[in-house]
Structure formats: structure tokens, C-alpha cells
């Protein structure tokens, strides 16, 4: 039975997922964050590289397995496959998606998809503006590039819901409403 949770928290450029990642991480006790980007490669040879990548992600997570050790993520293969939804790699990713996400869903932790997302998407420009924000080399900041990443991470999080939602939790978050009400949307979600 599960003694610890697996955190995954998606959602567009903007959304807040490193200011949420970040509160988890201090919220509950014996977490660990990672921070993904994803391979750099987004030509039909990157396919491979990725696939490699997210399988040995997903060996080091099912090593991990009621060891009492939380883990938090932000950003994983959701990423990689809303990316390929919307033409930002040269490759499909269908299969893939749905057997790694056969695999987590699989895993003997207490899951949580956390999806982040802006019901005010003028918002995005103010976020995406703020210095400091990390630069991506083929999804460009922009509000109309966070629409539709959001746009596609809401269907997907639907369709974790449809398939597993009898073994992930699955949580779409306004992050509109204020970091102080996130913060307690998330810690009653996970005490």
C-alpha cells in the first residue's frame, strides 16, 4: 500500500508551476522536486532520445516505491506529448503517452496531476514578461502560445480523469485566484 505520493504538476508557460512545485516541495515533509525540460532535439530523431529518457524516468520512479520518499515534478512526458499536440515537435507521440501513462498510473504511490491553468488568459503576458523566466527554444512566450498549451493540457488532464481516475487525482487549479488560495487549494489536497 502507498506511503508516499508522486506529484506531477503541468500546465503552460505562465501558470505558476515553479511557484507551486516550490511549496510543495516545502510543504510536505521528505519531498524531492525535479525540474524537467525535456530533450532539446525536436527533429523525428529526438523521438528516441525522449522515449529513452522518460522510460529510465519512469524505472528510477518505480524504484522508488514505498520508501516513504514523496516525489514532485514539474513537468514529465505530459509535456513532451501536449508539445507534439502542437506542432513544436517534428513527431507523433501518441503511443508513447499512453504507455508511459499506463506505467504511472500503475505505480504504488498516492498520484496526483496537478494542472495548472489561468481562467484569466490576459494574465499570461504579465507572467510571461517578469524577469528572470527561462527561455524555450521552440515553444516562444507568448499569450497566444500559453492559450493554447492550455487548451491542450486541459484535455488531457480530461482524459487522465476519463481513464484513471480511479488511480490519479486529478486537480485542475485556477492560479488566477491568488498564490494564498492556491496554497491552501493544495495543501487540503495533500494533507
Not at 35 to 53: A, E, I
Not at 60 to 68: A, C, F, G, R, V
Not at 135 to 146: C, D, I, T
Not at 157 to 163: R, V
Request: hydrophobic share 35%.
Amino acid at each position: 500500500m502507498a506511503n508516499s505520493k508522486l506529484i506531477v504538476v503541468e500546465g503552460p508557460q505562465g501558470a505558476g508551476k515553479t511557484t507551486v512545485t516550490d511549496f510543495i516541495r516545502h510543504k510536505i515533509p521528505y519531498t524531492n522536486l525535479y525540474r524537467l525540460s525535456g530533450s532539446s532535439d525536436n527533429t523525428p530523431s529526438g523521438k528516441p532520445k525522449s522515449v529513452s529518457m522518460y522510460n529510465d524516468l519512469l524505472d528510477y520512479i518505480e524504484k522508488l516505491q514505498n520508501k516513504s520518499i514523496n516525489l514532485v515534478f514539474d513537468r514529465t512526458f505530459f509535456t513532451e506529448y501536449v508539445y507534439c499536440n502542437l506542432g513544436f515537435k517534428e513527431f507523433d507521440y501518441r503511443e508513447e503517452f499512453l504507455t508511459f501513462l499506463e506505467r504511472f498510473a500503475s505505480f504504488d504511490f498516492d498520484i496526483y496531476y496537478i494542472n495548472l491553468y489561468l481562467s484569466d488568459t490576459d494574465e499570461f503576458e504579465a507572467r510571461l514578461a517578469r524577469d528572470g523566466k527561462g527561455v524555450n527554444k521552440y515553444a516562444k512566450f507568448s499569450k497566444e502560445s500559453s492559450v493554447k498549451q492550455q487548451d491542450e493540457y486541459m484535455k488531457v488532464a480530461s482524459e487522465i480523469q476519463e481513464k484513471y481516475g480511479d488511480k490519479i487525482h486529478v486537480v485542475n487549479i485556477d492560479t488566477c485566484v491568488g498564490i494564498d488560495k492556491v496554497k491552501e487549494q493544495i495543501a487540503s489536497l495533500l494533507s
